[in-house]
Nanobody, 116 residues
């Protein structure tokens, strides 16, 4: 049974940092590209960052470049999203996503709120 469990969300002030974690089980983690998506209230879900299965290539949506870093530890079946210099517009539910070809799985999401 494929399972993705996110953690690390919460309330942070503008300019602050958070690190999200997503721990995977039920599949061969290092065969899958991993991504973080987010969905703000009233908006469509958007792709934030992606990392290839071996971790050699990363991509980011332009609004988070130079502030967010995606990484993975294949020995721990975990993908991370380090978020620095957070802004109110980063407020959203953040979802972990696994993909290999047409096979896709989602986590349940973790809330990130950036507010003073």
């Amino acid at each position: 049974q494929v399972q993705l469990v996110e953690s690390g969300g919460g309330l942070v002030q503008p300019g602050g940092s958070l690190r999200l974690s997503c721990t995977a089980s039920g599949f061969v983690f290092n065969n899958y590209a991993m991504s973080w998506y987010r969905q703000a209230p009233g908006k469509e879900r958007e792709l934030v960052a992606t990392i290839t299965s071996a971790g050699g290539i990363t991509n980011y949506v332009s609004s988070v470049k130079d502030r967010f870093t995606i990484s993975r530890d294949n020995a721990k079946n975990t993908v991370y999203l380090q978020m620095n210099s957070l802004k109110p517009e980063d407020t959203a539910v953040y979802y972990c996503h696994a993909r290999r070809g047409s096979v896709r799985s989602w986590g349940q999401g973790t809330q990130v709120t950036v507010s003073s």
